[in-house]
């Protein structure tokens, strides 16, 4: 199983009750969390924060997940990706081409790539990974936007990439994202805790129980 934490420091401070200025120290002490417990890929998306400030949160990031085996990208921005040497670049469904991402970053620059219905094109190459969403309803995605399991189902068969799943995934539901033939989960609201649950805990918590849970899909098949 492939699992990639995709953070999102508004939402994560919400949800703890943070004031602004220390958004950035929970997301880093979240992101430590989920790569300590074995978490695959960090997908850094703060689309907010210009250049300086983004590449900033991310070297601060590759440094607290030196010793693990995560890999750290950034979301869209390949100059932020260069200029603070990380792993890779995870693209929006129209952005740069896969082929152009690659030959802009260092050797095994890891580039994966969004996409959102059942008949997708990946621009120029062949992706490392693909996050098909969104999967389930969410706050911001209504039934009729989202893939569903059938969606999800269709991405997987045309994909010559590994597909992730996002989007209103939790533990109930991550073996049926295996019965799909997916490889793997990302997720943003799965790894934030109530307010009231201790951070670190909840996350790598969250992480066994999520491969645990993908692993269990042959009890739903």
Not at 5 to 17: C, E, Y
Not at 52 to 60: F, N
Not at 104 to 133: C, M, N, T, W
Not at 156 to 185: H, N, W
């Amino acid at each position: 199983m492939i699992l990639c934490l995709v953070t999102d420091r508004r939402r994560l401070g919400a949800a703890l009750g943070l004031g602004s200025r220390d958004w950035v120290d929970a997301l880093r002490a979240q992101v430590f969390a989920a790569a300590s417990a074995g978490v695959d890929l960090i997908q850094v998306r703060e689309s907010d924060l210009n250049a300086a400030a983004l590449t900033r949160l991310v070297r601060a990031i590759l440094t607290d997940t030196r010793d693990t085996s995560a890999k750290v990208l950034v979301n869209d921005r390949m100059d932020v990706a260069v200029a603070s040497a990380a792993a890779g670049v995870h693209l929006r469904e129209r952005s740069f081409s896969v082929d152009a991402a690659r030959s802009l970053g260092p050797s095994a620059f890891v580039v994966g790539r969004s996409v959102h219905q059942p008949a997708f094109e990946v621009l120029g190459g062949k992706a490392d990974y693909l996050i098909a969403g969104t999967v389930l309803p969410t706050v911001s995605k209504t039934a009729v936007t989202c893939l569903g399991w059938g969606g999800l189902s269709a991405v997987v068969r045309a994909a010559d990439s590994p597909v992730l799943a996002i989007g209103g995934i939790d533990v109930p539901s991550t073996p049926l994202v295996a019965a799909t033939g997916a490889a793997g989960v990302a997720a943003i609201g799965a790894f934030i805790p109530t307010r009231g649950q201790g951070l670190a805990e909840f996350v790598q918590k969250r992480v066994i129980e999520m491969r645990l849970g993908f692993d269990s899909e042959d009890s739903v098949s």
